[in-house]
């Protein structure tokens, strides 16, 4: 794991960098081929808040290393506005891990933002490529930690280890469900990437979810889920990215244009939600400031733990655009009017 002591040049901006990752929007996160010209050049142009150029699952391994290099000139040449910039490379257990890691950071690290990592069993994984990534930012002069890290839980395994994955590396951004290996590897009786099996009487996949959730929050992580393949279930779609977004993720990956509005829908609050937010957030620092640690808003008691809830909030109606129509009035001013 990668441990600058505090006197070490550029620690400061390093934990600087670390808190300001971690609030990154992710409500969006666009899966590309790496291997489509066709793709790489739309992707682009979509609303979406982070995009994940695949070089795994989506590229055949003839065409690994010709990916690579097309992965690292859209990097470099796309105009990505605020998106966060995603590689997903190979997993540490093939030959292509390394070699992906090593030419796509080399040729365009300056414009990459995080790496993807699937497939992760275990804490070892994420500490060999914080590892690696330590040394091609030293050559490449980068600074220290610039590049991120999102573990991808896949299988049983990683799910066992998932509280010992959280903590594995400070690069660490967020946790991601992979469900269609999660599905093979516990003998889920489905086909269709994303579905729940047919006759379990409740959500199959509420367990891995909510066990991520936790794992990722306790180490101040974003949670996100994994794609929803069955492209024409719209209406699955939204329940998916509903349940997931009332559990308390932070985003979902698209796999499909189609899918963006969906799931951006799902996790974005509404006007009403978001000012009320701000409200709570105003009101609980006004009374704090006063001395008082719970008060009444609107009839309602609020106290330290709904300023955590509404800061959730918020900042998920930030990232999605909104402005605070309503502004917080102390009692006082209130009737001074």
Same mark, same amino acid.
């Given at each position: 794991?990668?441990?600058?002591?505090?006197?070490?040049?550029? *620690?400061?901006?390093?934990?600087?960098?670390?808190?300001? =990752?971690?609030?990154?929007?992710?409500?969006?996160?666009?899966?590309?081929?790496?291997?489509?010209?066709?793709?790489?050049?739309?992707?682009?142009?979509?609303?979406?808040?982070?995009?994940?150029?695949?070089?795994?699952?989506?590229?055949?391994?003839?065409?690994?290393?010709?990916?690579?290099? *097309?992965?690292?000139?859209?990097?470099?040449?796309?105009?990505?506005?605020?998106?966060?910039?995603?590689?997903?490379?190979?997993?540490?257990?093939?030959?292509?891990?390394? =070699?992906?890691?090593?030419?796509?950071?080399?040729?365009?690290?300056?414009?990459?933002? %995080?790496?993807?990592?699937?497939?992760? %069993?275990?804490?070892?994984?994420?500490?060999?490529?914080?590892?690696?990534?330590?040394?091609?930012?030293?050559?490449?002069?980068?600074?220290?930690?610039?590049?991120?890290?999102?573990?991808?839980?896949?299988?049983?395994?990683?799910?066992?280890?998932?509280?010992?994955?959280?903590?594995?590396?400070?690069?660490?951004?967020? #946790?991601?469900?992979?469900?269609?290996?999660?599905?093979?590897?516990?003998?889920?009786?489905?086909?269709?990437?994303?579905?729940?099996?047919?006759?379990?009487?409740?959500?199959?996949?509420?367990?891995?979810?909510?066990?991520?959730?936790?794992?990722?929050?306790?180490?101040?992580?974003?949670?996100?889920?994994?794609?929803?393949?069955?492209?024409?279930? %719209?209406?699955? #779609?939204?329940?998916?990215? *509903?349940?997931?977004?009332?559990?308390?993720?932070?985003?979902?990956?698209?796999? &499909?244009?189609?899918?963006?509005?969906?799931?951006?829908?799902?996790?974005?609050?509404?006007?009403?939600?978001?000012? =009320?937010?701000? #409200?709570?957030?105003?009101?609980?620092? &006004?009374?704090?400031?006063?001395?008082?640690?719970?008060?009444?808003?609107?009839?309602?008691?609020?106290?330290?733990?709904?300023?955590?809830?509404?800061?959730?909030? *918020?900042?998920?109606?930030?990232?999605?655009?909104? &402005? =605070? %129509?309503?502004?917080?009035?102390?009692?006082?001013?209130?009737?001074?009017?």
């Amino acid at each position: 794991m990668l441990r600058l002591p505090p006197e070490c040049p550029g *620690a400061r901006q390093y934990a600087q960098g670390v808190s300001m =990752r971690t609030s990154r929007a992710r409500r969006t996160c666009l899966a590309v081929p790496g291997s489509s010209q066709r793709f790489l050049a739309k992707a682009p142009q979509l609303a979406v808040d982070e995009v994940m150029l695949d070089l795994e699952d989506s590229v055949a391994p003839g065409q690994k290393a010709a990916a690579r290099a *097309a992965v690292a000139a859209a990097l470099g040449s796309a105009d990505w506005g605020s998106r966060v910039r995603a590689v997903r490379v190979n997993d540490v257990s093939t030959g292509w891990a390394y =070699r992906d890691v090593i030419d796509v950071v080399e040729q365009a690290g300056q414009h990459l933002d %995080t790496i993807v990592l699937p497939k992760v %069993t275990g804490p070892g994984d994420v500490r060999w490529l914080d590892v690696l990534l330590s040394g091609v930012e030293q050559a490449m002069g980068f600074a220290a930690g610039a590049i991120g890290i999102e573990a991808q839980i896949e299988d049983a395994a990683g799910l066992a280890a998932a509280e010992q994955i959280a903590a594995a590396s400070p690069r660490l951004e967020a #946790l991601i469900f992979g469900p269609a290996d999660f599905m093979a590897s516990v003998g889920m009786r489905s086909l269709e990437i994303g579905v729940p099996p047919a006759g379990y009487p409740g959500d199959a996949f509420h367990y891995p979810l909510l066990r991520i959730l936790v794992a990722a929050r306790s180490a101040g992580l974003q949670a996100i889920d994994g794609p929803y393949a069955a492209i024409a279930d %719209t209406a699955g #779609l939204q329940r998916s990215a *509903a349940s997931a977004a009332a559990l308390g993720f932070d985003g979902k990956w698209v796999v &499909h244009p189609g899918q963006v509005e969906i799931v951006s829908a799902a996790f974005s609050p509404g006007q009403e939600e978001y000012d =009320r937010a701000e #409200l709570i957030v105003a009101a609980c620092e &006004h009374y704090a400031a006063a001395g008082a640690g719970a008060a009444l808003l609107d009839g309602e008691m609020i106290d330290e733990a709904s300023r955590k809830l509404a800061l959730v909030a *918020a900042a998920r109606g930030r990232a999605a655009g909104l &402005h =605070r %129509t309503r502004e917080f009035t102390p009692p006082a001013a209130a009737g001074r009017g």
